[in-house]
């Protein structure tokens, strides 16, 4: 079954931790996203990799931590440091970072701080 | 930098009534242009994508978009709403190395 695999579907956080949303995608895909989606805001970028073991920030990268040491794989790590992190985390994946290319969506993550 | 104007944040139609959604672009050449749609607490699927050529493209599920570059909109239309069109709907476009979205409309379907 192909796709872009995103887990866990729901999470939970306590002050002060780590946690890590894992994204797995089988599509051979060069580029992969993470975003942040907050109710009437839609998508903000965090982070994107153009290939494996290069990775550059987006829009709100502060207080989040990626790596991208395989082609398949691209974990968002929320550290601490990310002081409002409930939110909905969608990762996606783009066969190159042309702009003509479209970008597909995993299922999503549902991070809340408890 | 490219953006994305979405004006109506929520919308409300009847079954069966025709749909427009509204999508506003800002980008000094040519756009590659798209509509996604999102059910709650899912990812996003795509609904057409518009590059180059004819200016009206044709999607899944019935809808359609029409490229008008002299109002610099990318609208998406249906013409006749099914109660399983409920959902969020988001703009994109793409240039250069980047792909934004705008904020989002979402779609309530009256019985």
């Known amino acids: 079954d192909g796709g872009i695999t995103q887990s866990p579907k729901y999470l939970f956080r306590k002050e002060g931790q780590n946690v890590t949303l894992s994204c797995e995608q089988n599509?051979?895909?060069?580029?992969m996203y993470w975003y942040r989606q907050d109710p009437g805001q839609g998508l903000r970028l965090i982070y994107y990799?153009?290939?494996?073991?290069?990775?550059q920030k987006g829009d709100i990268a502060e207080g989040y931590s990626v790596s991208r040491e395989k082609k398949e794989s691209f974990p968002l790590t929320v550290t601490s440091a990310q002081k409002n992190p409930t939110a909905f985390y969608l990762c996606?994946?783009?066969?190159?970072?042309?702009?003509?290319?479209?970008?597909?969506f995993g299922e999503g993550s549902w991070l809340t701080v408890v | 930098a490219q953006s994305v104007t979405q004006p109506d944040i929520h919308i409300t139609v009847s079954e069966g009534a025709s749909l427009e959604l509204r999508c506003n672009y800002s980008?000094?050449?040519?756009?590659?242009l798209f509509w996604y749609v999102q059910s709650p607490g899912q990812g996003l699927q795509l609904l057409l994508k518009?590059?180059?050529?004819?200016?009206l493209v044709q999607g899944i599920k019935g809808f359609e978009a029409e490229f008008k570059r002299s109002q610099s909109s990318f609208n998406l239309r249906k013409p006749s709403v099914h109660w399983s069109d409920a959902a969020e709907y988001f703009c994109?476009?793409?240039?250069?190395?980047?792909?934004?979205f705008g904020a989002g409309t979402r779609l309530t379907v009256k019985p």
């Open positions: 996606a994946t783009r066969k190159s970072r042309t702009a003509g290319n479209t970008i597909y």
């Open positions: 599509l051979n895909h060069d580029a």
């Open positions: 990799s153009q290939i494996v073991n290069d990775f």
């Open positions: 980008y000094g050449a040519t756009p590659y």
């Open positions: 518009y590059f180059s050529g004819d200016t």
């Open positions: 994109a476009v793409g240039a250069g190395n980047d792909m934004r």
